[in-house]
């Protein structure tokens, strides 16, 4: 079935700007999301794209290529806060409407 | 406006049971769907009603199943559990379904743990 790889672990310093990458296999489906999880709480939504490009939302930013099989979630100016698990989402067409996360990132901010 | 709402939020069952989970969505929002999460397999979808009636479902046997209800309202049953059926069990609402603009809208979770 499809999946979708992100590296496990990213640890970076306040401040600075971290890079969260999500790959995957074959194309065709709606779009990415990515979501954030503090501490096995609820997941919330950061952003999406149905489009390849940039998407800017705040201190957030989230880029898709699909011609690339690829995507990614910017964080600038990071803050301790951010540090939680984020998960990347896709919809593919031929998955019979299951939604597929990625395994995660566990974002480690350090002072 | 009230965000979703899981109940119970912790249970604790033995092998052979089985458990109920409801899910009360945003209002006006018609899609709901669940998840398991467990530190091993991730986050996985188990299924999506809309509009009562099932529109999406992932590869979970047949104990785990679900309904809605004509006020959006969702409700998950699993029978005869299994020790891996502990997990943290989510929900979350969309106003048009998964296809949508991607934004869901979750739930706190249930934390279902099997002795």
């Known amino acids: 079935g499809q999946s979708l790889e992100q590296p496990s672990e990213v640890t970076a310093v306040e401040g600075a700007i971290v890079q969260i990458n999500c790959t995957y296999q074959t194309s065709g489906f709606y779009g990415l999301s990515w979501y954030q999880q503090h501490d096995g709480g609820a997941p919330t939504f950061l952003s999406y794209n149905a489009l390849d490009g940039l998407e800017e939302t705040g201190r957030f930013s989230s880029f898709l290529s699909r011609s690339d099989s690829y995507g990614y979630l910017l964080l600038q100016e990071l803050q301790m806060k951010d540090s939680a698990s984020y998960f990347c989402?896709?919809?593919?067409?031929?998955?019979?409407?299951?939604?597929?996360f990625g395994q995660g990132t566990e974002l480690s901010v350090k002072p | 406006k009230a965000g979703v709402t899981q109940t119970p939020r912790y249970l604790i069952k033995t092998r052979g049971q089985q458990v109920t989970l409801s899910c009360s969505p945003i209002s006006g929002h018609r899609s709901v769907s669940w998840y398991q999460q467990t530190p091993g397999q991730g986050l996985q979808f188990l299924f999506e009603?809309?509009?009562?009636?099932?529109?999406n479902k992932g590869n979970f046997p047949g104990r785990f199943s679900g309904r809605q209800f004509s006020n959006s309202r969702s409700e998950m049953n699993v029978s005869t559990l299994e020790l891996g059926d502990s997990a943290l069990y989510l929900c979350?609402?969309?106003?048009?379904?998964?296809?949508?603009?991607?934004?869901?809208?979750f739930g706190e979770g249930s934390r279902l743990t099997v002795l």
């Open positions: 989402a896709v919809l593919f067409y031929n998955q019979g409407g299951k939604l597929i």
């Open positions: 009603y809309f509009s009562e009636t099932q529109r």
């Open positions: 979350a609402s969309s106003l048009f379904g998964l296809a949508d603009t991607g934004e869901l809208f």
